[in-house]
Every structure is written in structure tokens, then in C-alpha cells.
């Protein structure tokens, strides 16, 4: 299994406050991924990063900031929740973009109340 | 946004019999991959195809990529209950470089 780390694991949260979950790689991937899973919608990325300090935004970024400071880490924070950000959070490493394996953690389920 | 159509939704079949997944799109890829996911895991790569028409076995699973590369199946052969799960089909789109996943086919194989 990838050495992939995701925390917290479960949270709920209210409406308004803010929420960051963290993801932490032991593989030296240069590419990490956020995305959520919700029923119909498959996975949706919401922003990724090439590498340290380097980002960009996904499909489904509005509302969402990252932030990767070390190769290992990469943050998703929700700067104040809302109820449609309930949903599960995947965080994903490859060594590179295109045609690469995707390796995913575990999941993060956020709940927003 | 392009989408990665997978059919059916949901699929429910007895231990021992065949069935096939289809995921479409209007999209050419230039890679398409299948993903299981169990429940309260992440997904997990099965195969990755790219070349159209070429088709992948993984013991009784069996991927094919559409000649024109818009499309896959899987299809499986005597299913089990472990093949039980949301399989995931994902495109690398050629022209954006951008990777789109399907919504999934949630498969339920009762013994």
C-alpha cells in the first residue's frame, strides 16, 4: 500500500467554522490531489499540486484553499464551511500527471452541520 | 466538463454469473484506467489501457478499450463476493491533460 496518511479521519463540524484536513506522503510523489466523493458524482478534484508551493485549481475548487509547504504534506482547508462541503475527502499522490498510477489514502468524512 | 458515463448504476447478481460494465464518453483519451473501491477505503487501480482495441485480463476480469478510445468495459466472468465493490473507470482526456472520473458502478454479488 502507498504510504499515504490522511487526518482527521472523521469530523463534524458547524457551519461557518473553518477545517483543514491534512495529507501526508511517505512515497517522494511529486503530484498530490484532493478530491471529493459524493453519491452520483463520482470523484471530483478540487485542487492539486505539482509540487512545493505549486498548485492549481480542480473542477471543484470554489470555497477550498491549499496549501503544501514540504513535499510530504499537502492541506485542504475549507476557510468556513458550509453544508453542501459535507462529502468524503480523498487525498492522492502519482509520480507524475498523465498515465501514471493514482495512489489514494484512506478518506476523510467531513460532516457540516 | 466531460463526462465519463458508467452504466449500469447499480448491478445486484448471484455468485457464479457474468456481467459486464460499460463506461462512455464523447472524450478521446489518451489512457483510461478501472478503480475498486470498497467501502471506507480509497480506490485502487486494477488496470490501466491505452491503446484502442487493446484488451487486459486480470484473472477473471477482463478490460477492453474501444477502438476509437471513448470508451471501456469490464467484464467480469463467475463472479464472487469479493468482487463486490464501486468500480471506478478514469480518462485521461488527450487534449487537456486533465484525468476525469466516472460516478462508479456500485456491484453487489450475492452468494
Known amino acids: 500500500d502507498a504510504g499515504i496518511t490522511q487526518s482527521p479521519r472523521h469530523k463534524v463540524t458547524e457551519t461557518g467554522t473553518p477545517v483543514t484536513l491534512r495529507c501526508h506522503q511517505t512515497?517522494?510523489?511529486?503530484?498530490m490531489y484532493w478530491y471529493r466523493q459524493d453519491p452520483g458524482h463520482g470523484l471530483r478534484l478540487i485542487h492539486y499540486?505539482?509540487?512545493?508551493?505549486?498548485?492549481d485549481k480542480g473542477e471543484v475548487s470554489d470555497g477550498y484553499s491549499v496549501s503544501r509547504s514540504k513535499t510530504e504534506d499537502f492541506l485542504l482547508t475549507l476557510e468556513s464551511a458550509t453544508s453542501s462541503q459535507t462529502s468524503v475527502y480523498f487525498c492522492?499522490?502519482?509520480?507524475?500527471?498523465?498515465?501514471?498510477?493514482?495512489?489514494f489514502g484512506e478518506g476523510s468524512w467531513l460532516t457540516v452541520v | 466538463t466531460q463526462l465519463l458515463k458508467q452504466s449500469p448504476q447499480f448491478l445486484s447478481i448471484q455468485e457464479g454469473e457474468n456481467l459486464t460494465v460499460y463506461c462512455n464518453s464523447s472524450?478521446?483519451?489518451?489512457?483510461l484506467q478501472w478503480y475498486r473501491q470498497e467501502p471506507g477505503e480509497g480506490p485502487v487501480l486494477l488496470v490501466t489501457?491505452?491503446?484502442?482495441?487493446e484488451v487486459k485480463k486480470l484473472k477473471r476480469l477482463t478490460f477492453q478499450f474501444g477502438d476509437a478510445r471513448k470508451d471501456s468495459s469490464l467484464h467480469i466472468t463467475a463472479a464472487q463476493p469479493g468482487d463486490t465493490g464501486l468500480y471506478l473507470c478514469?480518462?485521461?482526456?488527450?487534449?487537456?491533460?486533465?484525468?476525469?472520473f466516472g460516478s462508479g458502478t456500485r456491484l453487489s454479488i450475492r452468494p
Open positions: 492522492a499522490i502519482s509520480e507524475t500527471y498523465s498515465g501514471n498510477t493514482i495512489y
Open positions: 512515497e517522494n510523489h511529486r503530484y
Open positions: 499540486s505539482y509540487g512545493v508551493k505549486d498548485t
Open positions: 472524450s478521446v483519451f489518451s489512457s
Open positions: 489501457v491505452v491503446t484502442g482495441g
Open positions: 478514469a480518462g485521461e482526456e488527450s487534449s487537456a491533460s486533465k484525468i476525469i
